[in-house]
């Protein structure tokens, strides 16, 4: 069995940072990608960013300049650096990691507002 923890959400004001952290604990065999999706109310679920086995990232045009995504493979943990946040990006954000079989976080909260 395989658990992903999130951490770093909250509240920030716009032009604001935060750090999200998606820890993987359990069974972990080989992670061939590793990433986040976000939802907001109304929304569809839409990729943010992700990264490969060789380290090859990809992100969505509205975070393309603001966001980072990044890993550690020794802490099977992957990071999402978020900057100059704005109100659009408020969301759950969830992690995700592919391998046999894709495994998700349980979501953490990002409200940007004044």
């Known amino acids: 069995q395989v658990q992903l923890v999130e951490s770093g959400g909250g509240l920030v004001q716009p032009g604001g940072t935060l750090r999200l952290s998606c820890a993987a604990s359990?069974?972990?065999?080989?992670?061939?990608?590793m990433g986040w999706y976000r939802q907001a109310p109304g929304k569809q679920r839409e990729l943010v960013a992700a990264?490969?086995?060789?380290?090859?990232?990809n992100y969505a045009d509205s975070v393309k300049g603001r966001f980072t995504i990044s890993r550690d493979n020794a802490k099977n943990t992957v990071y999402l650096q978020m900057n100059s946040l704005k109100p659009e990006d408020t969301a759950v954000y969830y992690c995700?990691?592919?391998?046999?079989?894709?495994?998700w976080g349980q979501g953490t909260q990002v409200t940007v507002s004044s």
């Open positions: 990264i490969s086995s060789a380290d090859t990232s």
């Open positions: 995700y990691f592919d391998m046999f079989r894709t495994y």
């Open positions: 359990g069974s972990i065999f080989h992670i061939y990608a």
